[in-house]
């Protein structure tokens, strides 16, 4: 359906989107992940034909963007961060105008208004101006702008961006309606928003895919592996051996706190591996006595945040398996190689590109 490759924009000296490819298969629905800057528009501005790439391809329905862009718009509807609506028209007269840009024939003009008007629930506010209307009205009149004709692909950016979560909700709901008939992509810098609504994560980092997977698989990521976080006396090589021979433990990873004269360890072990007790005998056989031990399931807030903190995409990440990133929040720094590993074994399984 949609075909990106080695997409690129710089604006001067900055790449904001970096050799980004993915497909897009029909009927589902698409999340752009990201943090702020992290090049989710700059994409959708490209995807749609609003800007230019500095390098790469776009293609609609086997028709490119910059060859054929009449053709390739055709397939597309596209509901911009800030909707160009225009404030001085009445809801119904910016439908007309809508519907006749896009070429409406006559005789299906009327009923299409009413249709698409009905789906994102303006019929009541025909009348009134656009200026006149609430932030989320807006925001419904722009998504029926990019609705009108059903174009086979919606692409719609931060939609839910300044709404109530009454009408968040409601927003969310009719995005996954659209999906019996359209292929929408949606972008959001909000984790649970495209968990709730996508069939399909893309995150976006730096203007590169670190990761591409269902939330499911994403979420079985996170549930995919437990942390444990100790203070322990004694010799660092003793401790590190002593772990390193507990069966079901991943990753190990020492700092020294030089306040308390104890090690930061820290381990990583799949999630079914509860392995406190081995832990505690090993250490007691070893004469390492630990001062703390606290275990933590790794989420997927942290796992979201540890992909986009990184400027390098997870191919490149992993070969660096042995790199240590901080943890946000607190000055603990986590082991990534349990992450990478499932994240690469999620990648071998299930990326699109
Ligand atoms: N016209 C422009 N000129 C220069 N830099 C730009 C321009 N547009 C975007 N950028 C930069 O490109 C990067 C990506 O911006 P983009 O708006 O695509 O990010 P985003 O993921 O959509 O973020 P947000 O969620 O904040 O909208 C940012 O660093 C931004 O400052």
Request: hydrophobic content about 35%; proline content about 3%.
């Amino acid at each position: 359906m949609i075909e990106v490759n080695n997409l690129v924009k710089k604006y001067g000296d900055h790449t904001a989107v970096d050799h980004l490819s993915f497909k897009i298969e029909k009927g589902k629905i698409y999340g752009f992940l990201g943090p702020n800057g992290a090049g989710k528009s700059t994409t959708m501005n490209m995807i749609t034909g609003y800007i230019a790439s500095t390098e790469g391809t776009v293609t609609i329905d086997g028709h490119d963007i910059l060859d054929e862009p009449e053709e390739a718009k055709k397939c597309i509807g596209y509901l911009p961060e800030q909707p160009p609506l225009y404030f001085d028209m009445t809801v119904l007269e910016y439908m007309k105008f809508v519907a006749d840009l896009k070429k409406i024939p006559k005789d299906k003009k009327a009923s299409m208004i009413e249709e698409v008007m009905d789906m994102v629930k303006i019929s009541d506010m025909r009348n009134r101006l656009i200026k006149n209307l609430s932030k989320g009205y807006r925001q419904r009149v722009g998504l029926a702008e990019a609705i009108m004709g059903y174009p086979e692909v919606i692409i719609l950016d931060e939609p839910t961006v300044g709404l109530d979560p009454k009408q968040i909700i409601e927003i969310r709901t009719l995005i996954k309606n659209l999906k019996k008939k359209h292929t929408v992509i949606l972008s959001s810098h909000i984790l649970s928003e495209v968990s709730a609504v996508c069939d399909y994560v893309l995150i976006i980092s730096h203007g590169k895919l670190v990761a591409s997977d269902t939330p499911e698989n994403l979420g079985k990521l996170a549930e995919g592996s437990n942390t444990l976080d100790m203070l322990i006396k004694g010799d660092k090589t003793a401790i590190e051996q002593g772990l390193k021979e507990i069966e079901g433990i991943d990753t190990v990873s020492l700092k020294h706190d030089d306040k308390q004269n104890l090690w930061n360890v820290n381990i990583s072990t799949e999630e079914q591996n509860d392995v406190r007790e081995s832990v505690f005998y090993k250490m007691a056989q070893l004469n390492c006595p630990i001062y703390e031990m606290k275990s933590k399931k790794v989420s997927l807030e942290e796992i979201f945040l540890e992909l986009t903190a990184s400027d390098k995409p997870v191919s490149e990440v992993s070969e660096s398996a042995e790199e240590e990133i901080h943890n946000s929040g607190d000055d603990d720094k986590i082991k990534t190689e349990a992450v990478e590993k499932d994240t690469q074994k999620k990648d071998e399984g299930g990326k699109e590109s």
